[in-house]
């Protein structure tokens, strides 16, 4: 088999295509998840500390100096993405908790199915319901 056929037999499984959609799927929701923690929870959050914009939190370890930016640790953009994972972590183990309850749900209404017993057990009864008639 070819390196290009197996490449397309790879590419072209269902795993593959599905984790492809997951993928572009997860960046929208990420993008929508920055935009709720940036625009919508930040601001009245910042407005109760007192008009503070988290976003502009910042620790100065080198002043601006001779037409150089200054040099800073960016602790609110930190606690903004903190967030944002925090929420997006939360909505993914809800996401898997349905999930899981809905195939819990699905093995309890299936019926049960009878095991089938193994052929020489099968073969036993047989030969015993045979000596049985004869007797």
Not at 21 to 30: L, M, Q, S, T, Y
Not at 98 to 118: D, Y
Request: no cysteine; charged share 20%.
């Amino acid at each position: 088999m070819s390196i290009l056929q197996e490449f397309k037999d790879f590419a072209l499984k269902g795993n593959v295509v599905d984790m492809a959609v997951g993928i572009i799927i997860g960046g929208a929701f990420g993008t929508i998840v920055q935009s709720l923690v940036k625009d919508v929870l930040m601001p009245p959050i910042g407005m109760l500390l007192g008009g503070v914009d988290f976003s502009d939190i910042k620790l100065t370890l080198k002043a601006a100096a001779d037409g150089k930016d200054a040099v800073t640790m960016n602790i609110g953009v930190f606690l903004n993405n903190v967030i944002s994972f925090l929420i997006v972590a939360l909505a993914v183990f809800a996401l898997i908790k349905a999930i899981n309850e809905l195939r819990k749900r699905f093995e309890r209404e299936k019926p049960a199915a009878s095991p089938v017993p193994p052929a020489s057990e099968v073969y036993l009864k047989e030969i015993r319901d045979a000596l049985v008639k004869k007797a």
